[in-house]
């Protein structure tokens, strides 16, 4: 079992920005595709960007790419997403997952065994 913790959403303003945090209990001896997807109010659940524990693989969705950095600490068992040039389209509660992996990282949020409770993040004008 793994457990997902967010931290460090906010409120902020236009083209402000903010990192968020995800400690992880994952099991070191296996590798994970971990993430983030966002869900705003009315709206579909979205995804954010992606990384393959292994070997650091990124993978970035349209509307964030040049904005958004997604990192990992193996070490401390976190993965971090740094948002700048944040929009109010950003808001949003954002979320954490995780799913042990081969090297393929799954774009879809249901292929993600493990979420987080979420974070929110509120962009304003």
């Known amino acids: 079992q793994v457990q997902l913790v967010e931290s460090g959403g906010g409120s902020v303003q236009t083209g402000g920005s903010l990192r968020l945090s995800c400690a992880a209990s994952w099991y070191t001896a296996i590798n994970y595709c971990m993430g983030w997807f966002r869900q705003a109010p009315g709206k579909e659940r979205e995804g954010v960007a992606t990384?393959?524990?292994?070997?650091?693989?990124?993978y970035y969705f349209d509307s964030v790419k040049g904005r958004f950095t997604i990192s990992q600490d193996n070490a401390k068992k976190k993965v971090y997403l740094v948002m700048n040039s944040l929009k109010p389209d950003d808001t949003a509660i954002y979320y954490c997952v995780a799913e042990p992996s081969g090297g393929y990282c799954s774009t879809r949020f249901v292929d993600f065994s493990y979420r987080g409770q979420g974070t929110q993040v509120t962009v304003s004008s």
């Open positions: 990384i393959y524990t292994g070997g650091g693989n990124t």
